[in-house]
Nanobody, 120 residues
Framework: QVQLVESGGGLVPPGGSLTLSCAASGGIFTIKTMGWYRQAPGKERELVATITTSGSTYYADAVKGRFAISTDNSKSTVFLQMNSLEPDDTAVYYC??????????????WGQGTQVTVSS
């Protein structure tokens, strides 16, 4: 079992920056992939970025060149550096992890979400 706790959300003006953090904790687990999703009001939850334990990254077209995903050395904390923020980036951002917790199989885990609001 893995618990994910996000932090770093808030209000930022257009063009500004925020960095989100997500820390994984629980029993003995092995994370395969961590990432970020977001959901704006009236829209479906969408993938923002992912990173594997090998360091491979993926970014949605809407955030390419503006956002950067990374992990700490333990691979148990994931960050999302968000630059040049736009009003369309306003959403609840959810941390996600694919992890194995023996004796459980590979499973998906979600954080509680953190609000990011881009407005002047």
């Amino acid at each position: 079992q893995v618990q994910l706790v996000e932090s770093g959300g808030g209000l930022v003006p257009p063009g500004g920056s925020l960095t989100l953090s997500c820390a994984a904790s629980g029993g003995i687990f092995t994370i395969k992939t961590m990432g970020w999703y977001r959901q704006a009001p009236g829209k479906e939850r969408e993938l923002v970025a992912t990173i594997t334990t090998s360091g491979s990254t993926y970014y949605a077209d809407a955030v390419k060149g503006r956002f950067a995903i990374s992990t700490d050395n333990s691979k148990s904390t994931v960050f999302l550096q968000m630059n040049s923020l736009e009003p369309d980036d306003t959403a609840v951002y959810y941390c996600h992890a694919s992890a194995v917790t023996i004796p459980l199989p590979l499973d998906d885990y979600w954080g509680q979400g953190t609000q990011v609001t881009v407005s002047s």
